[in-house]
């Protein structure tokens, strides 16, 4: 199967399995359901279910059991946004194309939203054959010493000159935690090795910050390359980002380096990583 | 032992795992872990930890791994209480004679503190030996299906007239849920049987409406009583209440039934059920 033939097919099955663990909008409280649903279906490009699909496919785990902690990250990362888009932090009307949540529903709901998405993330792993092991992982990996953590420190960090471990320390919990999060479950599922696991969450760590560098470039080239449309978000909101400290150039470089480092990391599992290492170029060929 | 003695024993312990279970306000990121340990410390009649106990001891259960699931439920109340408190839903600004979170600190803060404080309880027992099976009970509580789901309700309330009934689905969902949670993770630690399980479940169900219906009473009698001071919250927030729609008397003779109902489940367990007993005329007696 070539990779966009594989990445489809996770793709499609991730969207029926959150079909099926998101509770139905004919249940009450429907808007509530209504919203849970808006906020999780129909958009994203799936990118820590499709991390640990691939690292499970390496232990040869069961798709229908992986299934269950990729949809459970992908709840966690789908209650994130719904949050960070709210108007007390990044106050953003747009998501995927789409009003985001506060927008098409309210404020309150949105909130409630966030709050259910994270329940249910672990819901389901619990009562789909996730182990404390894993049910611990994801919540290291979601809370103030993961991902809720990072958001703190970037709120902390809006307007402040940052150095570049800095901007590096609050990029592995906001964004790096959950990725590594995603890699290592699906190896869960497959019953990895402790030697794997360890090649592995070094490999999460460099894709985990990859993703935040080629996120950083994209913005800054959309504002340069295409005059007269919003400005970069980042830019606008005096963030720190890896092309304000490095510039573009040198942001690139960083981009190069993590993906020659991240695939270096795979190594010791050769052919096998396949689709990992797949995901890694997708990842840096997203737009540039 | 006597009650008042048990309960401030139960109060202390819960009070000093929480302060173990919360990352330290010296952990990064500082502003975060100290604004989850002030919204969590401190304050609070530990209901839910003293119930969970309380089942839990029916059985012999270990006061230690007791505290586990008793904190768990009483992180998902705090992050409730954070999230509640806010501007978008009831706009609180006084909890326990403090600042809400969201004054204290800020908005964004109080968000991430409701977030990381619900990862926190299924983390601290995903760490501590509490089983999926427990896992899935507090999520099941927690969630839309739950308590979130009971605050969706709530807010689709307001200014509505709703039956005794349309009422009673509201609590059961909102403060019911996470009460029952309480009493049936007590019970899990202590290994009880189904039969058991089963009057422990009717008589959590009957001491959560029993406590929404006091608490109804009290801010009723609140604002009657002391003429000059702000009026009963929920109806100045048009909020439908067991006192609106039955009226004073009938309130109480409800506070009355139920408090006998809730008694009457526990008689099979004779004797063993001494401190739940105890706890539902806590509950009762707290002000009337």
């Given at each position: 199967?070539?990779?966009?033939?594989w990445?489809?097919a996770?793709?499609?099955?991730?969207?029926?399995?959150?079909?099926?663990?998101?509770?139905?909008a004919?249940?009450?409280?429907?808007?509530?359901h209504h919203?849970?649903?808006?906020?999780?279906?129909?958009?994203g490009?799936?990118?820590?279910?499709?991390?640990?699909?691939?690292?499970?496919?390496?232990f040869?785990?069961?798709?229908?059991?992986?299934?269950?902690?990729?949809?459970?990250?992908?709840?966690?990362?789908?209650?994130?946004?719904?949050?960070?888009d709210?108007?007390?932090?990044?106050?953003d009307?747009?998501?995927?194309g789409?009003?985001?949540?506060?927008?098409?529903?309210?404020?309150a709901?949105?909130l409630?939203?966030?709050?259910?998405?994270?329940?249910?993330?672990?819901?389901?792993?619990?009562?789909?054959?996730?182990t404390?092991?894993?049910?611990?992982?994801?919540?290291?990996?979601?809370?103030?010493?993961?991902?809720?953590?990072?958001q703190?420190?970037?709120?902390?960090?809006?307007?402040?000159?940052?150095?570049?471990e800095?901007?590096e320390?609050?990029?592995?919990?906001?964004?790096?935690?959950l990725?590594?999060?995603?890699v290592?479950?699906?190896?869960?599922?497959?019953?990895?090795?402790?030697?794997?696991?360890?090649?592995?969450?070094?490999?999460?760590?460099?894709?985990?910050?990859?993703?935040?560098?080629?996120?950083?470039?994209?913005?800054?080239?959309?504002?340069?390359?295409?005059?007269?449309?919003?400005?970069?978000?980042?830019a606008?909101?005096n963030k720190?980002?890896?092309?304000?400290?490095?510039?573009?150039?040198?942001?690139?470089?960083?981009?190069?380096?993590?993906?020659?480092?991240?695939?270096?990391a795979?190594?010791?599992?050769?052919?096998?990583?396949r689709?990992l290492?797949?995901?890694?170029?997708?990842?840096?060929?997203?737009?540039?």
């Amino acid at each position: 199967m070539d990779f966009p033939t594989w990445m489809a097919a996770i793709q499609a099955r991730t969207e029926s399995a959150l079909e099926r663990f998101l509770p139905l909008a004919t249940t009450a409280p429907h808007r509530l359901h209504h919203a849970m649903r808006y906020a999780t279906l129909g958009g994203g490009k799936r990118i820590r279910p499709l991390l640990c699909h691939a690292a499970g496919e390496i232990f040869a785990g069961d798709a229908t059991r992986l299934d269950v902690p990729a949809c459970a990250v992908e709840l966690v990362h789908a209650y994130s946004l719904a949050h960070d888009d709210l108007p007390c932090m990044d106050n953003d009307v747009l998501r995927r194309g789409k009003p985001t949540c506060h927008v098409e529903y309210d404020e309150a709901t949105a909130l409630l939203v966030g709050d259910a998405l994270q329940t249910l993330a672990f819901q389901i792993l619990a009562e789909n054959g996730g182990t404390p092991e894993m049910i611990a992982l994801l919540a290291q990996a979601s809370g103030s010493r993961g991902m809720a953590g990072g958001q703190a420190i970037d709120l902390a960090a809006v307007g402040k000159a940052l150095t570049v471990e800095e901007l590096e320390f609050m990029h592995i919990h906001k964004t790096g935690a959950l990725i590594r999060a995603a890699v290592l479950l699906g190896a869960h599922v497959g019953a990895a090795d402790d030697k794997t696991l360890f090649a592995l969450s070094h490999f999460a760590g460099r894709i985990g910050l990859l993703f935040q560098v080629v996120d950083d470039i994209l913005d800054a080239e959309a504002s340069t390359a295409t005059l007269g449309k919003t400005a970069g978000k980042d830019a606008a909101q005096n963030k720190p980002t890896y092309v304000s400290l490095l510039g573009l150039a040198d942001a690139k470089h960083m981009a190069v380096d993590l993906r020659r480092d991240a695939k270096a990391a795979l190594a010791p599992l050769g052919v096998r990583a396949r689709r990992l290492i797949e995901l890694t170029d997708y990842i840096v060929d997203r737009k540039f």
